[in-house]
């Protein structure tokens, strides 16, 4: 069974920043592979994804602000966040695409005001 481990959340002050990790126990090779997140009191919402050809598709109030990006290799997901805002406080998780693998625990972003 596949195991996903995210990290590098944090508590992050206006206009901050911070890279996201997610570790694959399996391989990721010709996987779409997607970050989502999930606020207090809301639904989980997909934020990004890249395919297997490295196409990137963003939601559109991440476009410019979040980056995706994939290390088959190493069987990792990557997810920079730039000025980080109040609404992109959540829990973000790592998963495949279009079918998903048991979630992981996630890692909470705090934005602080």
């Known amino acids: 069974q596949v195991q996903l481990v995210e990290s590098g959340g944090g508590l992050v002050q206006p206009g901050g920043s911070l890279r996201l990790f997610c570790t694959v126990s399996?391989?990721?090779?010709?996987?779409?592979m997607a970050w989502s997140r999930q606020a207090p009191g809301k639904q989980r919402e997909l934020v990004a994804r890249?395919?297997?050809?490295?196409?990137?598709n963003y939601l559109d109030s991440m476009k410019g602000r979040f980056t995706i990006s994939r290390h088959c290799v190493k069987g990792a997901l990557y997810l920079q966040i730039d000025s980080l805002k109040p609404e992109d406080t959540a829990v973000y998780y790592c998963?495949?695409?279009?079918?998903?693998?048991?979630w992981g625990q996630g890692t909470q972003v705090t934005f602080s005001s």
């Open positions: 998963n495949k695409e279009p079918t998903t693998w048991t």
């Open positions: 399996g391989t990721i090779f010709g996987i779409y």
């Open positions: 890249i395919t297997t050809d490295r196409s990137i």
